[in-house]
């Protein structure tokens, strides 16, 4: 499967932006789905994940009640809403998906075995 990001860019803090992954080559209804970001610098870190049908979700606690991920499976596009940005958000946002069927595992980066290239997200203070 191929993953494609889009809707990166740059934001003043406190703004909005959504990004989107759009999928290819292959149905992802049946999986998991994930946002990572890597700053620079710093290591590649979970943000967000999603369960095959939309039903449950998992954040990192940084962005918990400020991100939301979503999905559209006639799509084969996951979502990704940033509300109330701050200069810490900024970043390369990659979706992945995961053969894992464990929630548990969803924020480790190994269980993810198709990445995207990345889309760059920065928030100016």
């Known amino acids: 499967v191929q993953l494609v990001e889009s809707g990166g860019g740059l934001v003043q803090a406190g703004g909005s932006l959504r990004l989107s992954c759009a999928a290819s080559g292959r149905t992802i209804a049946s999986f998991p789905m994930g946002w990572f970001r890597q700053a620079p610098g710093k290591e590649r870190e979970f943000v967000a994940a999603i369960s095959w049908s939309g039903a449950s979700t998992y954040y990192a606690d940084s962005v918990k009640g400020r991100f939301t991920i979503s999905r559209d499976n006639a799509k084969n596009t996951v979502y990704l809403k940033m509300n109330s940005l701050n200069a810490e958000d900024t970043a390369v946002y990659y979706c992945?998906?995961?053969?894992?069927?464990?929630?548990?595992?969803?924020?480790?980066?190994?269980?993810?075995?198709?990445w995207g290239q990345g889309t760059q997200v920065t928030v100016s203070s």
């Open positions: 992945a998906k995961t053969y894992s069927g464990y929630s548990s595992s969803w924020s480790t980066r190994g269980v993810y075995d198709s």
